[in-house]
């Protein structure tokens, strides 16, 4: 596990490919209104990747135009676990708790641990 906190993890070396909101509206065939909307509902995760930019949606939360099965669920998890977007994004984007990372086996459809890792964080 990473001695690094999850808020003060580098996101932008965790995570390959961002999307601005224009962008993430593109891919999933909504606007960009829906997308902001979507992330103040927690059904997708946004954050500032690097100092001086803007807020941007990680690539690897769409798939097929849609957003990844489970993210909704598991992002409103994490939030009762009082985390912010920021530390959904490091947590889903790191190898600390799983053989693998949580975003990876959410995209194979293997969520079920990913979930219940996400059920006792902070216990």
Not at 43 to 66: F, N, T
Not at 91 to 119: C, H, M, T, Y
Request: aromatic share 4%.
């Amino acid at each position: 596990m990473s001695d690094v906190p999850l808020a003060d993890r580098d996101l932008d070396s965790l995570v390959d490919e961002w999307l601005d909101w224009s962008q993430a509206a593109a891919v999933l065939g909504v606007t960009p209104g829906k997308v902001r909307t979507m992330i103040k509902e927690h059904e997708l995760a946004a954050a500032v990747p690097a100092a001086g930019g803007g807020p941007k949606v990680p690539a690897l939360l769409i798939q097929d135009g849609m957003v990844v099965k489970g993210i909704p669920g598991l992002l409103t998890v994490l939030h009762d676990r009082h985390f912010d977007d920021r530390e959904c994004i490091a947590w889903l984007f790191s190898d600390d708790d799983l053989p693998g990372r949580p975003i990876d086996a959410l995209r194979e459809n293997r969520g079920s641990e990913v979930k219940r890792r996400a059920q006792v964080l902070g216990y």
